[in-house]
Protein backbone atom coordinates (compact mmCIF):
# COMPACT_ATOMS: atom_id res chain seq x y z
CA UNK A 1 0.00 0.00 0.00
CA UNK A 2 1.17 3.06 -0.80
CA UNK A 3 -0.05 6.98 -0.79
CA UNK A 4 2.22 9.34 -2.96
CA UNK A 5 1.45 13.13 -2.74
CA UNK A 6 2.57 15.86 -4.97
CA UNK A 7 2.09 19.05 -6.52
CA UNK A 8 3.74 21.46 -3.83
CA UNK A 9 5.77 23.80 -4.71
CA UNK A 10 6.61 27.81 -3.86
CA UNK A 11 3.77 30.39 -4.82
CA UNK A 12 3.36 33.98 -4.22
CA UNK A 13 0.38 34.80 -1.60
CA UNK A 14 -2.78 35.03 -3.50
CA UNK A 15 -1.67 32.13 -5.61
CA UNK A 16 -2.80 28.37 -6.42
CA UNK A 17 -1.76 24.85 -6.60
CA UNK A 18 -3.31 21.99 -7.03
CA UNK A 19 -2.40 18.56 -4.58
CA UNK A 20 -2.22 15.23 -5.72
CA UNK A 21 -2.74 11.67 -3.79
CA UNK A 22 -2.53 9.06 -5.95
CA UNK A 23 -2.35 5.56 -4.34
CA UNK A 24 -1.74 2.21 -5.47
CA UNK A 25 -2.71 -0.99 -3.33
CA UNK A 26 -5.93 0.08 -2.32
CA UNK A 27 -9.19 1.64 -4.02
CA UNK A 28 -9.28 5.53 -2.30
CA UNK A 29 -13.07 5.44 -3.07
CA UNK A 30 -13.31 2.65 -0.45
CA UNK A 31 -11.54 4.77 1.71
CA UNK A 32 -11.92 8.32 3.68
CA UNK A 33 -8.96 10.24 2.66
CA UNK A 34 -7.40 13.66 4.47
CA UNK A 35 -5.24 15.83 3.61
CA UNK A 36 -3.17 17.17 7.04
CA UNK A 37 -0.61 20.04 6.63
CA UNK A 38 2.15 20.27 9.56
CA UNK A 39 4.39 23.78 9.35
CA UNK A 40 7.99 23.67 11.36
CA UNK A 41 7.73 23.40 14.77
CA UNK A 42 3.96 22.21 14.95
CA UNK A 43 1.72 19.73 15.26
CA UNK A 44 0.05 18.15 12.15
CA UNK A 45 -3.21 19.47 11.50
CA UNK A 46 -6.38 18.62 9.21
CA UNK A 47 -7.22 20.15 6.64
CA UNK A 48 -9.92 18.77 4.67
CA UNK A 49 -11.22 14.73 3.94
CA UNK A 50 -13.32 13.08 1.30
CA UNK A 51 -14.77 10.02 2.47
CA UNK A 52 -16.64 6.63 1.10
CA UNK A 53 -19.83 8.62 0.75
CA UNK A 54 -18.67 11.32 -0.24
CA UNK A 55 -18.89 13.41 2.55
CA UNK A 56 -16.66 16.55 2.51
CA UNK A 57 -15.25 18.45 5.38
CA UNK A 58 -13.16 21.28 5.56
CA UNK A 59 -11.24 22.95 8.11
CA UNK A 60 -12.59 26.67 9.12
CA UNK A 61 -9.27 28.09 8.04
CA UNK A 62 -9.37 26.89 4.77
CA UNK A 63 -13.13 26.88 3.86
CA UNK A 64 -13.94 28.58 0.91
CA UNK A 65 -10.23 28.97 -0.82
CA UNK A 66 -10.02 24.88 -0.59
CA UNK A 67 -11.74 22.31 -1.99
CA UNK A 68 -11.11 18.58 -2.19
CA UNK A 69 -12.11 15.81 -5.02
CA UNK A 70 -11.86 12.43 -5.96
CA UNK A 71 -10.86 11.23 -9.44
CA UNK A 72 -12.05 7.15 -9.02
CA UNK A 73 -11.04 6.41 -12.70
CA UNK A 74 -7.13 7.59 -11.57
CA UNK A 75 -7.74 6.70 -7.52
CA UNK A 76 -6.23 9.67 -6.94
CA UNK A 77 -7.90 12.45 -4.45
CA UNK A 78 -7.07 16.24 -5.28
CA UNK A 79 -6.57 19.45 -3.23
CA UNK A 80 -7.06 22.42 -4.82
CA UNK A 81 -5.52 25.30 -3.01
CA UNK A 82 -6.62 28.90 -4.16
CA UNK A 83 -6.02 32.42 -2.46
CA UNK A 84 -3.39 31.03 -0.60
CA UNK A 85 -1.51 32.51 2.34
CA UNK A 86 1.67 32.85 3.75
CA UNK A 87 0.19 30.73 6.94
CA UNK A 88 -0.87 28.18 4.71
CA UNK A 89 2.93 26.93 4.18
CA UNK A 90 3.73 23.30 5.46
CA UNK A 91 4.63 19.86 4.54
CA UNK A 92 1.20 18.45 3.16
CA UNK A 93 0.37 15.25 3.88
CA UNK A 94 -2.22 12.31 2.56
CA UNK A 95 -3.66 9.62 4.56
CA UNK A 96 -6.46 6.87 4.20
CA UNK A 97 -8.53 5.96 6.48
CA UNK A 98 -10.41 2.07 6.34
CA UNK A 99 -12.81 2.44 9.48
CA UNK A 100 -16.29 3.26 9.43
CA UNK A 101 -16.50 6.46 11.35
CA UNK A 102 -20.49 7.71 12.22
CA UNK A 103 -18.33 11.25 11.78
CA UNK A 104 -15.99 12.06 8.91
CA UNK A 105 -12.29 11.78 10.16
CA UNK A 106 -10.45 14.44 10.92
CA UNK A 107 -7.54 13.61 13.68
CA UNK A 108 -4.26 11.97 12.76
CA UNK A 109 -5.05 8.77 14.97
CA UNK A 110 -8.23 7.96 12.64
CA UNK A 111 -5.79 7.64 9.58
CA UNK A 112 -4.23 4.33 8.71
CA UNK A 113 -2.03 4.82 5.73
CA UNK A 114 0.35 8.08 5.02
CA UNK A 115 2.13 9.55 2.16
CA UNK A 116 4.90 11.35 2.24
CA UNK A 117 4.33 14.76 2.01
CA UNK A 118 4.88 17.52 0.11
CA UNK A 119 6.27 21.21 0.44
CA UNK A 120 3.81 24.08 0.12
CA UNK A 121 5.92 27.69 0.48
CA UNK A 122 3.69 30.97 0.05
CA UNK A 123 5.73 34.16 -0.33
CA UNK A 124 4.41 37.24 0.94
Known amino acids: VQLQASGGGLVQAGGSLRLSCAAS????????VGWFRQAPGKEREFVSV???????YYADYVKGRFTISRDNAKNTVYLQMNSLKPEDTAVYYC???????????????????WGQGTLVTVSS
Open 50 to 56: IDWSERI
Open 95 to 113: AASSARFIVVPTTVRQYNY
Open 25 to 32: GLTLSSYA
